[in-house]
């Protein structure tokens, strides 16, 4: 079991069968670094995450001392930054750094997750539960939560099947065991792995006669050995204590910010554009899904990569904590009179 302390606690938010928030569980555990976390509803209501003064909607979120991460890829993009028992798994530059960051954004966004989503078995009870279909609704503007269309499962499963293609032939074909050819899994076989883990793990989700280790034997014995990987990980740090939120946010507020320079940067566009300085009120929220719940707050920093702003929490003394949220698929707008959108 790992004895790694730090004076700023990490805890993590989540529900048990969320894909994204067990990538932020992998990372930590192949990393060694220890953590808390606090179970959350798969359905709104979340009032602990309320209690933080977020209105933010999708999990995970993680916590690093006082300052609270959204988004997955902000959030593993700062726990690369972290020290630890060991090493980071990111490639820190040339055309490795470069895969690892075009996998980030393609399995999200040019396809593999939603054929993923578009292929859980149409018999799981989420499809019968109408407290899911009313919630779901809402996270995808309308559409997206009930049972995919027949044809809708046959293009995912015919795009799904090149994927499992190029992995196949063009990244194990040469017999390596990881994305990068490391002794280990990297940042890279993460982003590459979670939502065909997920899909492995999910009964009656992948027809044995199109995707299966007869077909894939290579793509296969990589999920095997990455789950193989994380579970020796996760013994070696021991199984991560489960707190409830209002022991979270106690943590959270007393514990010392992890950042503490950030500042606005007037060559960003966005800062000209809005007319934003440090101490101004903005709005912040996703662009994709979960974009009906903005997020209020007061400007602490922007660049290309991020937005932070302050929020009190709703806890004696209205302490203030730092919320930090991606650039990229989030938006910014002013939060007073002048409020203008882009």
């Known amino acids: 079991m790992s004895t790694y302390q730090s004076e700023h606690p990490i805890i993590l938010y989540q529900y048990r069968f969320s894909p994204y928030a067990k990538r932020v569980a992998w990372y930590l555990q192949l990393r060694g670094i220890p953590y808390k976390k606090t179970e959350q509803p798969a359905l709104l209501p979340r009032p602990d995450i309320a209690a933080l003064g977020i209105n933010y909607r999708r999990i995970p979120i993680l916590s690093i001392g006082r300052d609270v991460y959204l988004d997955t890829r902000l959030i593993l993009r700062k726990l690369e930054t972290i020290p630890g028992p060991r090493p980071s798994l990111g490639a820190p530059a040339g055309e490795h750094h470069a895969l690892t960051c075009l996998l980030e954004r393609f399995v999200v966004e040019a396809g593999p997750f939603a054929w993923a989503a578009t292929l859980i078995p149409q018999d799981m009870p989420i499809f019968k539960d109408k407290a899911w279909l009313r919630d779901r609704e809402d996270f995808f503007q309308g559409g997206g939560s009930g049972p995919a269309h027949p044809l809708a499962r046959a293009e995912a499963l015919s795009n799904l099947r090149e994927m499992f293609e190029l992995l196949e032939r063009s990244f194990f074909g040469d017999g390596r065991d990881w994305i990068l050819q490391t002794d280990r899994p990297s940042l890279a076989d993460i982003e590459a792995i979670w939502p065909l883990h997920w899909l492995k793990g999910m009964p009656g989700a992948l027809p044995e006669d199109l995707i299966s280790d007869r077909q894939y034997p290579r793509v296969f014995a990589w999920i095997e050995r990455f789950q193989s990987a994380v579970s020796a ?3 070696e740090v ?11 946010a106690q943590i959270i507020v007393t514990s010392p910010y992890f950042e503490k320079h950030e500042r606005v940067e ?3 566009p966005i800062v000209g554009a809005l007319g934003l300085k440090p101490g101004d009120a903005v709005t912040v929220f996703p662009t994709d899904t979960g974009r009906r719940h903005k997020d209020q707050g007061i400007l602490v920093g922007l660049n290309e990569q991020e937005v932070v702003f302050e929020t009190r929490a709703d806890l004696d003394g209205s302490p203030i904590i730092k919320v930090h949220a991606p650039r990229h698929g989030f938006r910014i707008t002013r939060g007073d009179k002048k409020s203008s959108s882009l």
Do not use: Q
């Not at 021991?238 to 979270?248: D, H, N």
């Open 266 to 268: 007037h060559s960003e």
């Open 238 to 248: 021991g199984k991560a204590p489960t707190i409830g939120g209002a022991e979270a």
């Open 233 to 235: 990980a996760a013994f």
